[in-house]
């Protein structure tokens, strides 16, 4: 029997569905990974990079995503099936990348917990270095380390408490409502950080760090990598997840013109939070009579759990810009964590044919053990660097190649989807969308994916020996692979994609 809309659960407006689709690309990735990669890959200039990964991937894909779960009212492997049968398996591939995510991303958003308490006495003394990888993450060597670090694992098993809780709660009363609350609470709270950091001496030489452009860059391919990887973390996409996300969105929803306004606040975010960070920095540079330039640790964590917490104890008022700081982090990373949990526990759900509750104790029960197991423990630092190095450089690269190959070559369903999201929106795409995501994309992506590859494979990755990038860097790659295989292969137990027509009317227009 054809599925009709009262059995999904939708988001109550277009606004709770921008704010959870905002709080999902809004994350961690805007705050400590956006302003380090725009310094590292020729500050100003990388704007370029990033505008056009933005315009030609980010934008175009995202709109696929939405296509993709608004159309096929389902998670990715369950949506994909429904376009066609054999794409059930990128759908998989999508949330077991998701899944990898998951699991790290918690372990920052439990040190980013520990750090909102530690900053209210400013715990981390005169040596924050020494105190975040030695005293607080009691850091070794690149090893598989079984020893937990407590500090790390109680705020750990908080976060994943909390996120299990908001997911069993479902999409309205739980996911929608979290948004509704915190996203309002982060623009407020990192309003308030950057006012305060441009106001503060110095915070001009940082802008100007940021923002001085070096044009050489636009030659090096791997700062174009480093762009289109962002935009792809960044706007949380090809993982599966805005699939998710547009599948509880209603059947008269103009998805399109949501999409622009998830896209542009997202990256207005990300440019502000580099402007309030780089402004610290400035300030930081001329307390200690040097420039930007000279200043160490201004990439991935160590930017915010030790030169953060430097500038924080030198900063009048610290105490409270240092608990605003990590607490909006917790909130961008929470808003982004159960978007992936929501993604994973659906198509689990869906696949199983299990409750929405029992899926969410499942899922989150798993999750939660591996990622105490990994990433709690005193190679934890070192593991979550390898991993996201390989998930977000490889992994995402191959997701997205894989999927708009699939969709626009193999099973042709640009015309379809086009026609979908044209007859919701107000904002149509036009054949330009097919040129992007059907050749600029692929191409592009499939030559980044090989110098990436290249890269790892010749150079390795910050020294670590071989055998450990072999285990958590192709590993994280085997492991998604095999996943993917492996949950493909059971077969289907929940309602299949038989008879699948949710959309008659559009179908009446195109015959
Ligand atoms: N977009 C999030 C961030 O910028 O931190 C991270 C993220 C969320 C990545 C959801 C992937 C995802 F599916």
Request: aromatic letters at 14%; charged letters at 10%.
């Amino acid at each position: 029997m054809a599925e009709t809309t009262t059995e999904r659960e939708t988001w109550s407006s277009s606004t709770g569905f921008i704010l959870a689709a905002v709080g999902s690309a809004v994350g961690l990735g805007n705050i400590w990974r956006f302003p380090g990669v725009a310094y590292e890959s020729g500050g100003g200039a990388f704007l370029i990079p990033y505008l056009i990964a933005l315009l030609t991937a980010g934008i175009p894909i995202l709109f696929l995503d939405y296509a993709i779960g608004h159309r096929y009212r389902a998670a990715a492997p369950l949506a994909y099936r429904r376009m066609a049968k054999p794409a059930e398996a990128l759908g998989w591939f999508q949330i077991a990348l998701s899944f990898v995510i998951a699991v790290y991303y918690a372990a920052v958003i439990a040190w980013s917990l520990s750090y909102f308490v530690f900053a209210f006495d400013l715990r981390w003394g005169d040596d924050p270095a020494g105190f975040f990888v030695g005293e607080y993450l009691r850091t070794g060597d690149p090893e598989v380390s079984t020893t937990i670090v407590s500090a790390v694992a109680i705020p750990l098993v908080l976060v994943w408490v909390a996120v299990l809780a908001i997911i069993a709660l479902g999409v309205t009363k739980g996911v929608q409502r979290v948004n509704v609350i915190f996203i309002p609470l982060l623009v407020v709270a990192f309003a308030g950080l950057v006012i305060r950091a441009v106001t503060l001496p110095g915070a001009m030489d940082g802008l100007n760090a940021l923002f001085t452009p070096d044009w050489g860059a636009l030659t090096d391919p791997g700062v174009w990598i480093a762009a289109y990887s962002q935009i792809f973390f960044s706007l949380s996409i090809a993982f599966g997840i805005m699939v998710t996300y547009a599948s509880y969105q209603r059947r008269k929803a103009n998805m399109t013109s949501s999409g622009l306004v998830v896209a542009f606040a997202n990256s207005s975010f990300e440019i502000l939070a580099g402007i309030g960070v780089f402004a610290t920095l400035g300030f930081f540079a001329h307390q200690q009579a040097t420039t930007v330039d000279e200043l160490e640790g201004l990439t991935g964590p160590i930017l915010s759990f030790v030169t953060f917490p430097a500038v924080i104890s030198e900063m009048p008022g610290g105490t409270i810009f240092g608990a605003v700081f990590f607490a909006a982090l917790v909130l961008a990373g929470f808003t982004s964590i159960i978007s992936i949990l929501l993604g994973v526990a659906a198509s689990v759900q869906e696949k199983f044919g299990l409750g929405q509750k029992a899926s969410a104790i499942a899922v989150c029960v798993v999750c939660a053990i591996i990622s105490i197991a990994l990433f709690s423990t005193t190679s934890g630092l070192i593991a979550l660097d390898t991993v996201d190095q390989w998930a977000n450089n490889v992994g995402i690269v191959l997701s997205a190649i894989v999927m708009t190959v699939l969709v626009v070559w193999v099973f042709r369903k640009v015309p379809v989807l086009r026609a979908h999201l044209n007859r919701v929106s107000t904002f149509k795409v036009g054949r330009s969308w097919w040129v992007l995501i059907g050749v600029l994309a692929p191409l592009l992506l499939t030559y980044m994916l090989f110098e990436r590859v290249q890269t790892l494979v010749t150079e390795g990755y910050e020294g670590y020996p071989g055998w450990y990038l072999n285990l958590f860097g192709w590993g994280t790659i085997a492991f998604v692979v095999v996943a993917a295989a492996i949950l493909t292969a059971i077969p289907w137990r929940g309602r299949d994609s038989e008879d699948f027509h949710p959309w008659p009317e559009l179908e009446e227009e195109q015959r």
